[in-house]
């Protein structure tokens, strides 16, 4: 049998989605933990705690901001959930439209996820409202970009019929 005048639609690679999501966790990591507290002029463990407060709630942030393996788990494995959700996400919606959209569209989808997390995960963690800065914005920028762009090198096109 002939499929005739069937549209073909590009599916979703999930294998590079999932090593998008590894690669853009790494990055995200680094620049959260290590390159943010220099722009900020903050302890890196301020960072980590507060990350790592999502799953171990805001008792975790009590000076000092020294080393604490707890911490470090928790904030590098919070990092590592989002990270690759969202970049599920980005790679979900944008993967029919190739390598510059990726970018483009995975930095503007970054900057809604820092959007809808900082006005929605203030509400339920309010010691993360004073992240409301530019700094978190652009990391959230990075992010997306490099997310899309991450997926769009790593995914092998397969074009099916369309249902």
Not at 74 to 81: H, T
Not at 82 to 102: D, E, K, N, Y
């Amino acid at each position: 049998m002939k499929i005739k005048n069937k549209k073909l639609v590009q599916v979703m690679d999930w294998r590079a989605a999932f090593w998008a999501g590894i690669i853009n966790s790494v990055v995200f990591a680094v620049i959260n933990f290590f390159v943010l507290p220099v722009i900020l002029y903050t302890n890196s463990w301020v960072i980590i705690r507060l990350y790592a407060s999502v799953f171990l709630g805001e008792n975790i942030l009590a000076p000092p901001a020294t080393f604490d393996f707890q911490a470090l788990i928790f904030g590098i494995a919070s990092v590592f959930v989002f990270s690759m959700l969202f970049t599920m996400l980005i790679a979900f919606i944008l993967h029919r439209w190739g390598l510059l959209v990726g970018i483009l569209g995975g930095a503007v989808l970054g900057l809604s996820i820092y959007l809808i997390n900082f006005y929605s995960v203030s509400y339920f963690f309010p010691w993360f409202f004073p992240l409301g800065s530019w700094s978190f914005v652009l990391t959230h920028i990075i992010f997306g970009a490099v997310a899309g762009g991450i997926y769009e090198l790593l995914e092998v096109e397969k074009l099916v019929p369309e249902d």
